[in-house]
């Protein structure tokens, strides 16, 4: 049974880099044919994605947060990462990592989430 | 990119009545080549993820109870619970995934018993 787990800082100050991690169990990332994604949800707001990451290392971003976010993926370690630079209180939110139903689609949809983590940024 | 607005914002209905909810999407997520509709639904309660209802706009999840419906093409679509359980007080989201990014959401709609 595929399960996904985010790990990482739940408090970052601005201007600083957030960094989180997801560990995938149940799926080998080496070869998968699906892609691997972030999304975020700010405390009683809806959804944002964020990116997607494919095994060979393409990414997909969102342009409005393009500049500042970096995806990538460690197959020997199934796992995929997010950092997010310049970070402002904005960025406070649950930070999801998701993976899709459908093969080779970026964007969903998510069929497999991790249940989430909450960062805070604040100084 | 595309904007993806739902109606109404929040909705009470009674245990065992119809509860329908509606999304639209700023452009078409109707892909030609294959004829299907680029939209998913999903549930969420408080302090979950998101789960998946609803797929291709029509296409129930394995294990969704039967009472919840999608439908729609192009640009509207509609999520429609035939008889409302108490379980299904929860906020929905509808998704477009069609083409390029942003993959984006609806603002979400509060769903409640009356």
């Known amino acids: 049974q595929l399960k996904l787990q985010e790990s990482g800082p739940g408090l970052v100050k601005p201007s600083e880099t957030l960094s989180l991690t997801c560990t995938v169990s149940?799926?080998?990332?080496?070869?998968?044919?699906?892609?691997w994604a972030w999304i975020r949800q700010p405390p009683g707001k809806t959804l944002e994605w964020i990116g997607s990451?494919?095994?060979?290392?393409?990414?997909y971003d969102s342009p409005s947060l393009k500049s500042r976010v970096a995806i990538s993926i460690d197959t020997s370690k199934n796992q995929f990462s997010l950092k997010l630079t310049s970070v402002s209180a904005a960025d406070t939110a649950v930070y999801y990592c998701?993976?899709?139903?459908?093969?080779?689609?970026?964007?969903?949809?998510?069929?497999?989430w991790g249940q989430g983590a909450l960062v805070v940024v604040s100084s | 990119d595309i904007v993806m607005t739902q109606s109404p914002d929040s909705l009470a209905v009674s245990l065992g009545e119809r509860a329908t909810i509606n999304c639209k999407a700023s452009?078409?997520?109707?892909?030609?080549?294959?004829?299907?509709?680029?939209l998913a639904w999903y549930q969420q309660k408080p302090g979950q993820p998101p789960k998946l209802l609803i797929y291709w706009a029509s296409t129930r999840e394995s294990g969704v109870p039967d009472r919840f419906s999608g439908s729609g093409s192009g640009t509207d679509f509609t999520l429609t619970i035939s008889s409302l359980q108490a379980e299904d007080v929860a906020v929905y989201y509808c998704q477009q995934y069609h083409s390029s990014p942003p993959y984006t959401f609806g603002q979400g709609t509060k769903l409640d018993i009356k």
């Open positions: 990451v494919y095994h060979t290392g393409t990414t």
């Open positions: 149940g799926d080998s990332l080496t070869r998968s044919p699906y892609y």
């Open positions: 452009r078409s997520v109707l892909y030609s080549l294959n004829n299907k509709n680029y």
């Open positions: 998701a993976r899709p139903r459908t093969i080779a689609l970026a964007g969903g949809p998510f069929d497999s």
